[in-house]
């Protein structure tokens, strides 16, 4: 009987745990916190719907010698080449019709496909910038397939951001979201045109946010499949709202490997309200170039924590050289924010209105101090042209087998063709000052935050020095400072 009366009592309560809840003597009882806390997948059919209209497929063609030869479409080759489609010799793959210019021996020709989404009901529309370089014409296909020919309002290349316009009006024009409100593991949809293939949803979560792949950005990471055309199609929330433009994968073989890159939407938006204004993105800049500060460094110079921007060069009759910064310095602070990362400081410097008069915090040879700096506008961008190691060498040398260099003063070319007033050059490292990374040709500026401006006053430093402990050595390469740590050998 026993037996008999325990077996539907079982079964009660494995019936009652399905639908959350667990029967223990004939009284129902919450179930366990886990079994509450247990969600379903989402449904993303009402963000199609929603978001959907809003996003648009952008075609870009140029024009070339209609004796050229045939013009291939090199994301739909790649697209027939993955799923194993066969090309019959000889045919073009095109997103769009061949446009013939009467006579005059040149055609719009297709070059790649994109996506993007309307800002406004007017017919402004964002996508990436590097979807419409180089472009000569630009055809926008909306949803419901009707095409426009669109003009470029404005492309920042640093960003990657573009804003194009069609004539048009009634447009269903997308929702911006709060970055500052999105967290790591949300769920998260694109749309766009991969491959060419319009209106194409995918979906994941978020990976990580403020991930540093560029000097002006703090990227989106996520896992939403992503593939050539999706760039500058929107990463969509679950509240329909646009929170960043999908514009870079990792990939070692073109396609999605699980990581993808989004423009964080605020910032975006941010690039688009200038280009709409003016056309051009103004930004400040004070004439620089900067590293990262390792734990090592921070530690040898008194910094501690690793933390800051070191500064590696300082260009000639910049804002920096004019406001007394040196390299070496590491910045701690720009018009009173920290500077955690190197990162930090195109950000804050970008965004500071060029004329703007700011303060900064910077650490030098174990003391902090503040100077005042008027930042300058940001150039277009250029070739980064750095100055040669110098070839002529003083013939007096010394040998520091302590260290395991051999060095020389300069003379008056060197130090002119470096811009520097004294420093020590290296003519040869072995040993600790080898495995530290210095080699010939480098210029010793300071020893344990002390300035050297000669073998003697090097000498001098090192006498007062425990050689059995690790030494920190500010050096120059070319016009880059950066630290070094020696370490004696045990």
Known sequence: ??????????????????????????AALPAPVHAQQMRGLPDFTDLVDQVG?????????????????????????????????PVPPGAVPRSGPRQDRGGSGEEAQPRGVGSGFILSSDGLIMTNAHVVDGADELVVTLPDKREFKAKLVGADKRTDVAVVKIEASGLSAVRIGDVNRLKVGEWVMAIGSPFGLENTVT???????????????????????????????????????????????????GGFQGISFAIPIDEAVRVSDQLRSSGRVTRGRIGVQIGQVSKEVAES??????????????????????????????????????????????????????????????FRRGTQRDLSITVAELEPERSDRRAAAPEVKPPAAT????????????????????????????????????????KEGDVIVAVANTEVGSVKELDAVLAKLDKSKPVNVLFRRGEWAQYAVIRPQR
């Open 53 to 85: 209209p809003s996003v648009v497929n952008i075609r870009t063609l140029e024009r070339a010698n209609a004796d050229g030869g045939s013009s291939t479409d090199e994301q739909m080759l790649e697209f027939f080449r993955r799923f194993g489609i």
């Open 399 to 438: 040998s520091l087998p302590s260290l395991g260099l051999t060095v020389a003063d300069l003379n008056a070319t060197e130090k002119k063709d470096l811009n520097i007033k004294a420093g020590v050059r290296i003519d040869s490292a072995e040993g600790a000052a080898a495995r530290a990374g210095l």
């Open 203 to 253: 979906a994941g979560i978020v990976s990580a946010k403020k991930r540093d792949t560029g000097d002006f950005l703090p990227f989106i990471q996520t896992d939403v499949a992503i593939n050539p055309g999706n760039s500058g199609g929107p990463l969509i929330n679950m509240r329909g709202e646009v929170v960043g433009i999908n514009s870079q994968i990792y990939s070692r073989s």
């Open 1 to 26: 009987m026993t037996a008999l009366r325990s077996r539907p009592a079982m079964s009660l309560l494995l019936s009652a745990s399905l639908f959350g809840m667990a029967v223990v003597g004939g």
């Open 301 to 362: 110079i008194g910094l501690g924590q690793a933390r800051g921007a070191l500064v590696n060069a300082v260009e000639a009759n910049s804002p920096a050289a004019k406001a007394g910064l040196e390299p070496g310095d590491v910045i701690l602070k720009f018009d009173g924010r920290e500077i955690e990362r190197s990162v930090d400081l195109p950000r804050i410097v970008g965004n500071t209105k060029p004329g703007n008069r700011s303060s900064m915090t910077v």
